[in-house]
């Protein structure tokens, strides 16, 4: 069965920083993608930031240069490092893995952690 769990989420006062994790559990590494995405009340899901087993990134536009995904040094876990954190990044994060590595099919999430910036 392969478990994956958040941790980090907190509240914050806007430009201040917080530091999510992912740990992955009954899923051996191997060409898989990993993805961070975020749901506001009343938003649809949106994709954050992804890293694929090549360690190739990508991030959505609003959070370039504030935000970094990264892998741990035991490949099954990864990280969200966010930086200057805006009242509009309030969400519940949730990090997914896609098994099959293109980062598009994204099968096994999170139960997700709650990020709160306040203005």
């Known amino acids: 069965q392969v478990n994956l769990a958040e941790s980090g989420g907190g509240s914050v006062d806007a430009g201040g920083s917080l530091r999510l994790s992912c740990v992955t559990s009954?899923?051996?590494?191997?060409?898989?993608?990993m993805g961070w995405f975020r749901q506001a009340p009343g938003k649809e899901r949106e994709t954050v930031a992804s890293i694929d087993f090549e360690d190739d990134t990508t991030y959505a536009d609003d959070v370039k240069g504030r935000f970094t995904i990264s892998r741990g040094s035991a490949k099954n876990s990864i990280h969200l490092q966010m930086n200057n954190l805006k009242p509009e990044d309030t969400a519940t994060y949730y990090c997914?893995?896609?098994?099959?590595?293109?980062?598009?099919?994204?099968?096994?999430w999170g139960q997700g952690t709650q990020v709160t910036v306040s203005s």
């Open positions: 009954g899923y051996t590494y191997g060409t898989t993608c």
């Open positions: 997914a893995l896609d098994p099959v590595g293109t980062c598009h099919a994204y099968n096994f």
